[in-house]
């Protein structure tokens, strides 16, 4: 997945779907926000969040997988927090369990609940392969953004490309 740098302005995308170059049927949005600019006070903190969206040409074939994985793969405050009740959170529990089993000379647990530990493990190791597959099927993805430029990753190289070709006046070395 190549990175590039946009001046914020007019966009023109190839009329072909991002992920395999066949024939774009519809489009898909790549968003992103961006809290910029805490600002600390006594009782409440003042932030300015950027929204970004970008819609780009895909396939019908590649719609929903494309669809899906943009949603997983969005940086957003829901998606910090679903990463951390999906894998941070069900990874400690199977830890801890395992260093009590190793390392536990008090005699606090007698018998560890097997099944607890097995679930969370799953919990864990289904989590990183959905961000893994969302990393992967992700065709086009806001990695950050300001008021004046716009950094986005493009999975498809031919495509990148062709993209830089149309865009060359609005990329950023």
């Not at 395999?20 to 600390?40: D, F, H, L, W």
């Not at 400690?92 to 018998?111: A, C, E, H, Q, R």
Request: hydrophobic letters at 50%.
């Amino acid at each position: 997945m190549a990175t590039i740098k946009l001046k914020n302005a007019q966009i023109i995308w190839p009329q072909k779907c991002a992920h395999c170059m066949g024939t774009p049927e519809s489009s898909i949005k790549a968003e992103c926000s961006v809290v910029s600019r805490p600002r600390y006070y006594i009782f409440f903190i003042r932030y300015k969040v950027l929204k970004i969206s970008i819609s780009y040409p895909i396939c019908k074939k590649h719609k929903v997988l494309a669809t899906a994985a943009g949603i997983i793969s969005k940086r957003s405050l829901i998606n910090i927090f679903l990463f951390i009740m999906f894998i941070a959170y069900p990874a400690i529990v199977p830890i801890t369990f395992l260093y009590l089993l190793l390392f536990d000379k008090s005699g606090m647990i007698n018998t560890p609940d097997y099944n607890f530990l097995i679930i969370m493990t799953l919990i864990v190791l289904i989590g990183i392969a959905v961000f893994i597959f969302s990393m992967l099927w992700t065709p086009v993805k806001i990695s950050s953004a300001t008021d004046k430029v716009i950094k986005m990753k493009i999975n498809n190289n031919d495509y990148l490309m062709e993209f830089k070709r149309l865009n060359h006046a609005v990329l950023i070395n």
